[in-house]
């Protein structure tokens, strides 16, 4: 399945091609108009909707991504305001939703006959994508940002990527990897691809599983890149064409207020998300200021019914500290501006009481305390020399 297709104009296109023409990010194409819920298939984790995937599971850690548990926790319906679920994507073996992308992003290159995946990234899907890799026989180059915490090179490391520090705008080094990764036959598995978003959108499959017949009044989880956003909508819109549901639950996205460009673009009616000048924030890896998918997340939350949220770190605190004192979950701070959002949202009006809401937390990742590593120092590269030291891998 190489067709991709633009969820804003319908043009389609090729692979390798990741965004259309009109500017915006492509999707795999797919015409699930046979595919029946009560044939799926008896196998591990995200690879029951094997119809609705382009790729079968390579085995391996592959085989562990996703089938991770959605959760009634009645002790924090007081706070939330709503009948509360909680989708724990910190289950998947790295700590985080990225394994699905990362999985079948690997399931992809090992069909294509190529031998090293790479991403760019600075957190869990950094990890993520190198421990796919790892598992499947591939080389795996991680390029990040040439200020990163040294704990976060030890989280990295320990699964033998080829690390690369790349001094220079991190926003165009998004773009750079993508058309240096063509070049060079390494597919790039960045955060809003087709097949890494193709991969995350088990989580919506997952979550109407666990409702079934019936579906979510509102499912509310944290946006970056937009990516795993999007991959939820476009799950939820196969459904419907399939006529497997009727309706869609409402999505909410949350971001965190200091860094919120698609609340900022909801909130003011705007048709597309701008960049923005990002300040600090405690849920540091949903900080985007520019994020690829952000329009895309946008008509998401439009066409839905939902919206975006943008919460204040003092609120982030107080979900993350409730998830953990009354659900006994521990999760990173991006994960719990959804639980945060919810909150917002029930005192606002806007979910009621007797609603059933899932909140996904996604993940715990790399907030986990690193391992010992024999990482002595990773190569320092500035972005205009990067497609030569891709090349001299």
Not at 156 to 172: E, F, H, M, T
Not at 305 to 324: H, L
Request: proline share 6%.
């Amino acid at each position: 399945m190489t067709e991709r297709t633009c969820y804003a104009c319908g043009a389609t296109a090729a692979a390798p091609a990741t965004r259309c023409d009109c500017g915006e990010p492509l999707w795999l194409a797919c015409k699930p108009l046979d595919f029946d819920w009560n044939a799926i298939v008896d196998a591990p984790g995200m690879w029951r909707y094997a119809e609705l995937l382009p790729f079968e599971s390579p085995g391996g850690l592959a085989d562990a991504a996703g089938g991770t548990p959605l959760l009634r926790l009645p002790r924090l319906d007081e706070f939330a305001g709503v009948r509360l679920h909680l989708k724990d994507e910190g289950s998947n073996p790295t700590g985080s939703f990225k394994d699905r992308g990362s999985a079948l992003g690997v399931a992809a290159a090992l069909a294509s006959g190529v031998d090293a995946v790479g991403t760019v990234s600075h957190g869990n899907m950094a990890m993520s994508t190198a421990a796919y890799a790892a598992s499947a026989g591939l080389d795996c180059v991680v390029l990040v940002p040439d200020d990163i915490p040294e704990s976060r090179i030890d989280l990295i490391s320990q699964y033998g990527p080829a690390l690369l520090r790349v001094a220079g705008d991190y926003a165009d080094l998004y773009d750079r990897s993508l058309e240096f990764g063509e070049e060079l036959e390494i597919p790039f598995l960045n955060s809003d691809v087709p097949v890494r978003v193709e991969g995350q959108k088990t989580t919506a499959l997952e979550i109407y599983e666990a409702f079934a017949p019936e579906i979510p009044d509102a499912v509310v989880l944290p946006v970056s890149s937009g990516g795993h956003a999007s991959g939820v909508w476009k799950a939820l819109e196969e459904l419907r064409a399939a006529g497997v549901v009727d309706r869609l639950p409402r999505l909410y996205f949350a971001q965190a207020a200091a860094c919120a460009p698609i609340a900022e673009a909801f909130a003011a009616g705007d048709e597309s998300v701008s960049a923005v000048d990002g300040g600090e924030t405690i849920a540091y890896s949903i900080a985007n200021a520019d994020p690829p998918s952000g329009t895309r997340a946008l008509a998401a939350a439009r066409e839905t019914g939902g919206g975006v949220v943008a919460v204040t770190d003092e609120e982030i605190r107080a979900a993350r500290r409730t998830i953990a004192e009354r659900g006994g979950l521990s999760v990173e701070s991006a994960s719990a501006t959804s639980l945060a959002a919810i909150r917002r949202l029930a005192d606002d009006g806007e979910l009621a009481a007797d609603d059933d809401v899932v909140a996904v937390a996604t993940g715990r990742g790399i907030s986990e305390s690193p391992p010992e590593s024999d990482a002595a120092s990773v190569d320092r590269v500035g972005i205009d020399k990067l497609r030569d030291r891709l090349a001299a891998r």
